[in-house]
């Protein structure tokens, strides 16, 4: 059976660093492409960039470049995201989710991770 | 950048049909997929490529596209199909996915 099991909530500073994570199980790590979407609270979907834990190649919607870091650990299975300074406006659920390839429809999704910045 | 337009509800009596749109820019030359959400869920893949279902989803979700509208439609609508869509392009111009603004479907 296919999972993606994401990291618990987090409750952070504006400034403070974070890593959020997504272990993924019942399928090959390496074969398929990880996405990452944000949900803002009360708001819509933004996909934000994807990474293929294959080769750690990754793309980045210009929107998120150089706002987050995508990585993946292929000894663990697991993907990442991750924050070096957030931002309030950074809360928001982050869901990790599957593609077969880059430009193929999410088959699978992680549960999401709420992640809340406030001072 | 591409944008996608759903209406943000629609509401629908059990046994009746839903019909959600996603209007955007000669969209009928774009695969489109729609996905559920409903809450303190994942969400799921009800629809790819306009009119495709993946395993495991009702015959009574199905999807059509043209022009300048792509449309969700669920026929005999069960209280369980109570939730979130949203509309799914791949920004071929942009090199990343857009997704829709999302329509709350509420089963009345």
């Known amino acids: 059976e296919v999972q993606l099991v994401q990291s618990g909530a987090e409750v952070k500073k504006p400034g403070e660093s974070l890593k959020i994570s997504c272990k993924v199980s019942?399928?090959?790590?390496?074969?398929?492409?990880i996405g990452w979407v944000r949900q803002v609270p009360g708001k819509g979907l933004e996909w934000m960039g994807i990474i293929y834990p294959g080769d750690s190649d990754t793309k980045y919607n210009p929107s998120f470049q150089g706002q987050v870091t995508f990585s993946a650990d292929k000894s663990i299975n697991t993907a990442y995201l991750q924050w070096s300074s957030l931002k309030a406006s950074d809360t928001a659920i982050y869901y990790c989710a599957r593609h077969k390839q880059v430009t193929e429809p999410i088959d699978y999704w992680g549960q999401g991770t709420l992640v809340t910045v406030s001072s | 950048s591409y944008v996608l337009t759903q209406p943000p509800s629609v509401s629908v009596a059990p046994g009746q049909t839903a019909r959600i749109t996603c209007g955007g820019d000669n969209i009928g030359s774009r695969s489109v997929h729609w996905y559920q959400l409903r809450p303190g869920q994942a969400p799921v893949l009800v629809v790819y490529d306009d009119a495709d279902r993946p395993s495991g989803i009702p015959e009574r979700f199905s999807g059509s596209n043209s022009g300048n509208t792509a449309t969700l439609t669920i026929s005999r609508v069960e209280a369980g199909d109570e939730a979130d869509y949203y509309c799914q392009v791949w920004g071929t111009g942009s090199g990343h996915y857009v997704f829709g603004t999302g329509t709350k479907v509420t089963v009345l």
């Open positions: 019942g399928y090959s790590f390496t074969s398929y492409w």
